[in-house]
């Protein structure tokens, strides 16, 4: 793969040649990753759950909570981007959050919209931005058996905390039975009565 540098100058290198596969991914809000001798491409969008982590599958059953830094919360994005009225010369796009304006003043962030020629595309890159560091502003570390190596990045999974909820809703199931197409019989790792009456429940379980 040849990658080219802002000065024209061709490079072989292989640092660049990744670094021009990753801004090709932010095109569409993606992040890509090596694993097993391949790049993959994973992208910021809605998922289902792959796994479900508990008290009882992470290591002493403890989860840590932790905040994004306030200096890593931007109210105004600066995006660039290739304006095809002007034959394609770089413009700039001026996107604000009013709500994060008024709670952390005027802190402003810099972006290129890499192979972006359309105004709304690099106004929508900057509300996904600010969005994103202003509502996605908690992180949860814990240490996880071999089971969470079905895991890769950009994979989304559920946490059931006892630590923060009145009840407990996560467990281990000690044997899954009578597995077939009527139904299975799943023995718990403990006695469940604080169930309601007249309530649905659903239940979550991974198998290998």
């Not at 010369?89 to 890499?114: C, H, S």
Request: proline content about 3%; charged content about 25%.
């Amino acid at each position: 793969v040849i990658a080219v540098d802002d000065k024209g100058a061709s490079n072989s290198s292989r640092e660049e040649a990744y670094k021009v596969i990753d801004d090709m991914a932010s095109i569409f809000r993606g992040i890509t990753y090596y694993a097993n001798g391949l790049i993959y491409a994973i992208q910021d969008s809605p998922k289902d759950p792959r796994t479900v982590f508990t008290n009882a599958n992470v290591e002493e059953g403890d989860f840590n909570y932790s905040s994004t830094s306030k200096k890593n919360r931007h109210s105004i994005s600066i995006v660039r981007y290739n304006d095809p009225t002007n034959f394609y010369r770089p413009a700039i796009e001026y996107v604000e959050d009013f709500d994060a304006i008024r709670k952390y003043g005027i802190r402003e962030t810099d972006l290129t919209a890499f192979g972006c020629t359309s105004r709304g595309q690099a106004v929508r890159l900057g509300r996904w931005v600010l969005l994103s560091e202003n509502l996605e502003t908690e992180t949860v570390s814990f240490t996880a058996w071999l089971d969470a190596s079905i895991l890769c990045p950009g994979d989304i999974f559920k946490v059931f905390d006892v630590n923060k909820k009145v009840k407990r809703h996560g467990g281990r199931a000690t044997s899954i039975q009578n597995v077939g197409i009527t139904g299975s019989t799943i023995i718990l790792d403990r006695k469940i009565d604080d169930l309601e009456t007249n309530i649905g429940y659903t239940i979550s379980v991974v198998t290998p």
